[in-house]
């Protein structure tokens, strides 16, 4: 039972172009959600994260968008560079719970 | 800055040893989590521990066990290793914000190869 989805196993984007990283969400308990980098041979390190109480949160180049009734979130990287290559990790926590859901992951290589 | 050390990076064991992989954070965190990295599934929670000999099960807890007797360090143990155990094994700490708006922090991951 996933109740963090990642459908997009691999994504590849021009240089300078915008990255859609998308993910969706079964559980409607969910209320804080987070998003993870991830190079080969290192730990998850945290990007950036969206309380439900917005639909949006911007950090430089990264936004996160949420949207309630779709139960979906993306992450756009804009303007892409090749150093945003690495595995995506979308997740999701619950009512004030410490534990973390995780997705699949999708993979962006940024073509230079 | 914040710190979370995973003993081994690569480690290879034969089927049916005992294999502990340790971590250790610097950052004070009450909260300790062991999980896996599988192609094409994620990250899945093992265990959880939210105080020293405080734990709890995540979602595959089957086979494995943990020991957290300091705050710092949180083990994981494979009492009987099998081939099925042959993972990317990732160890995560965070503090308690009572409001599950807790960031984690990871290790680098050890990768266990079970023979």
């Known amino acids: 039972d996933q109740q963090v989805k990642q459908n997009s196993p691999s994504l590849s984007v021009q240089e300078g172009r915008i990255s859609i990283l998308n993910c969706d969400y079964t559980?409607?308990?969910?209320?804080?959600f987070l998003w993870y980098k991830k190079y080969p041979a290192e730990g998850p390190t945290f990007l950036i994260s969206?309380?439900?109480?917005?639909d949006k949160n911007e950090d430089g180049r990264f936004t996160v968008f949420l949207n309630k009734s779709a139960k979906h979130l993306s992450l756009h990287i804009v303007p892409s560079q090749p150093g945003d290559s690495a595995v995506y990790f979308c997740?999701?926590?619950?009512?004030?719970?410490?534990?973390?859901?995780f997705g699949t992951g999708t993979r962006l290589t940024i073509i230079p | 800055d914040v710190k979370v050390t995973q003993s081994s990076r690569y480690l290879v064991k034969r089927t049916g040893e005992k294999v502990f992989l340790e971590c250790v954070q610097d950052?004070?965190?009450?909260?300790m989590f062991w999980y896996r990295q599988d192609p094409g599934l994620g990250l899945r929670l093992i265990y959880f521990?939210?105080?020293?000999?405080?734990?709890e099960k995540g979602d595959i807890p089957e086979g494995y066990s943990v020991s957290r007797e300091k705050k710092e360090r949180f083990s994981l143990i494979l009492e009987s290793a099998s081939t099925n155990q042959t993972s990317m094994y990732l160890c995560?700490?965070?503090?308690?914000?009572?409001?599950?708006?807790?960031?984690?922090?990871f290790g680098a991951g050890t990768r266990l190869s079970v023979l």
């Open positions: 995560a700490s965070s503090y308690p914000t009572g409001l599950g708006k807790n960031i984690q922090y």
């Open positions: 559980n409607s308990m969910f209320d804080y």
């Open positions: 969206i309380s439900s109480i917005k």
């Open positions: 997740a999701a926590s619950a009512g004030g719970n410490e534990k973390l859901t």
């Open positions: 950052m004070d965190h009450e909260n």
């Open positions: 521990s939210y105080d020293v000999k405080m734990k």
